[in-house]
Nanobody
Framework: QVQLVESGGGLVQAGGSLRLSCAAS????????MGWFRQAPGKDREFVAG????????AYADSVKGRFTMSRDNAKNTVYLQMNSLNSEDTAVYSC???????????????????WGVGTQVTVSS
């Protein structure tokens, strides 16, 4: 089992950047594929980015491709989401998620993940 805690959210102006972090408990972090999801007010939770066990494979939603970068540091049990060129449509609660996986695999669907953090608020002002 793994527990996830997100940090790094906040208020930023349009065009600005933020880096989110997700710290995981446990000694088996490197065996989990990780993902970032977000939920805007009145909308369903949606996939943002996913990463494989070693970080060699990533996937992004079309809406963030080229602006967001997901990475992981297995020595620190942490995944990151670097968000650049933010706009008002990026305003949401961002949550990280984890699931056991095999090497080279990432996941993009909500129900693929077993463990979730509570999320961190990102607000982009125009």
């Amino acid at each position: 089992q793994v527990q996830l805690v997100e940090s790094g959210g906040g208020l930023v102006q349009a065009g600005g950047s933020l880096r989110l972090s997700c710290a995981a408990s446990g000694r088996t972090f490197s065996t989990y594929a990780m993902g970032w999801f977000r939920q805007a007010p009145g909308k369903d939770r949606e996939f943002v980015a996913g990463i494989s066990l070693g970080g060699g494979r990533t996937a992004y939603a079309d809406s963030v491709k080229g602006r967001f970068t997901m990475s992981r540091d297995n020595a620190k049990n942490t995944v990151y989401l670097q968000m650049n060129s933010l706009n008002s449509e990026d305003t949401a609660v961002y949550s990280c998620a984890a699931r056991p996986a095999t090497r080279g695999t990432y996941y993009t669907r909500l129900y693929d993940y077993n463990y979730w953090g509570v999320g961190t608020q990102v607000t982009v002002s125009s």
